[in-house]
């Protein structure tokens, strides 16, 4: 299995960054999968999942109509949309795979003025 996050950066307080999940190694449109974020001294949380063909997502609250779980299942990515950026958005974003214990390296998402 391996996932590698992309996209991540530095924004200002009301931007835009779209981050993507290239995976391999398992069979990506079976595959339930989720975006979650660490901020420093905090614990990871889910952001958003989605279902392994796309007809079902989920957003935690703090995110709700401001970012966007997509996913294509031909090419093997799962897409995170992030408008309206916060500073508390301020994280490492995640991807993981399914529920167990399958993880990406993580990028780094920066919001300051």
């Known amino acids: 299995v391996q996932l590698v996050e992309s996209g991540g950066g530095s924004v200002q307080p009301g931007g835009s960054l779209r981050l993507s999940c290239a995976a391999s190694?398992?069979?990506?449109?079976?595959?339930?999968m989720s975006w979650y974020r660490q901020a420093p001294g905090k614990e990871r949380e889910l952001v958003a999942a989605?279902?392994?063909?796309?007809?079902?997502?989920n957003y935690a609250d703090s995110v709700k109509g401001r970012f966007t779980i997509s996913r294509d299942n031909a090419k093997n990515t799962v897409n995170l949309q992030m408008n309206s950026l916060k500073l508390e958005d301020t994280a490492v974003y995640y991807c993981?795979?399914?529920?167990?214990?399958?993880w990406g390296q993580g990028t780094q998402v920066t919001v300051s003025s």
């Open positions: 993981r795979l399914g529920r167990g214990n399958y």
């Open positions: 190694g398992f069979t990506f449109s079976s595959s339930y």
């Open positions: 989605i279902s392994s063909a796309g007809r079902s997502t």
